[in-house]
């Protein structure tokens, strides 16, 4: 691999662990939130190591190439905020842990649909974290967008956290639609159903993102992709 791109960096945890491996490789993390991007910065000043973070919105941004993307975007929905330890609460924003009960694979279909064109035409992989309760949706989202092959990684757990998809030279038509434009604002979750977590998500620094037609979201975008009923982390 010659360039790996973070999407969702936050403080650049991720991005700047590949750099201290791989040197040789050109890594380069995305952040809609500019906070965290400085913070991402300082950190890569006092690690000594050379990456370049970038202030872009996912929804609204796009690069010209990439062997590797990674991301461990937005992926617990809003009804499990009660059971979430009070550690994770105090120390991240609500836009970089929730999403909606209803769009709950929003920031990996995106992704996907942004990886997709970059690397159908050339060898490379997409790597994510991932939910445990949706291994198998997102294997599906995998072969939607056009990946030759998909593996689910477990945790020390046993769960399924991790999502490895590869992508080479094909001719295969893919189920892909074109992502919808979706707009993004400080404040409000937008995503509280469950409403224990309105005031810090309120509070946060996170921005959250908002489907302009949610309808044609759900018409378009989750077509052949069984989601189920939400069992809880027990």
Not at 24 to 53: C, H
Not at 139 to 162: H, N, S
Request: net charge negative; glycine share 8%.
């Amino acid at each position: 691999a010659k360039r790996i791109v973070d999407l969702g960096t936050g403080s650049g945890c991720i991005a700047l662990a590949i750099k201290s491996i791989r040197p040789d490789v050109e890594v380069v993390g995305f952040d809609n939130n500019s906070d965290a991007i400085d913070q991402a910065r300082r950190n890569a000043e006092t690690l000594n190591l050379s990456v370049d973070f970038i202030v872009a919105d996912l929804f609204n941004y796009s690069f010209e190439s990439a062997d590797i993307i990674v991301s461990n975007p937005p992926y617990i929905p809003i009804s499990e905020c009660e059971d979430m330890e009070e550690h994770v609460l105090a120390h991240e924003p609500g836009g970089a842990l929730f999403v909606s009960d209803e769009q709950p694979l929003l920031f990996y279909d995106a992704i996907f649909a942004l990886g997709k064109k970059i690397l159908t035409n050339r060898v490379g992989w997409m790597v994510f974290e991932i939910h445990h309760l949706f291994g198998e949706e997102m294997r599906q989202l995998g072969v939607k967008y056009c990946a030759k092959e998909v593996k689910l990684r477990e945790d020390l757990q046993g769960k399924d956290r991790m999502l490895l998809a590869r992508y080479g030279r094909t001719n295969r038509r893919c189920a892909a639609d074109a992502v919808p434009k979706i707009r993004s604002q400080r404040g409000d979750c937008g995503v509280n159903a469950a409403g224990c977590c309105a005031d810090r998500c309120a509070q946060s620094a996170g921005y959250v993102f908002h489907i302009e037609n949610t309808r044609a979201w759900a018409d378009r975008k989750y077509v052949g992709v069984s989601l189920p009923t939400l069992r809880g982390t027990q």
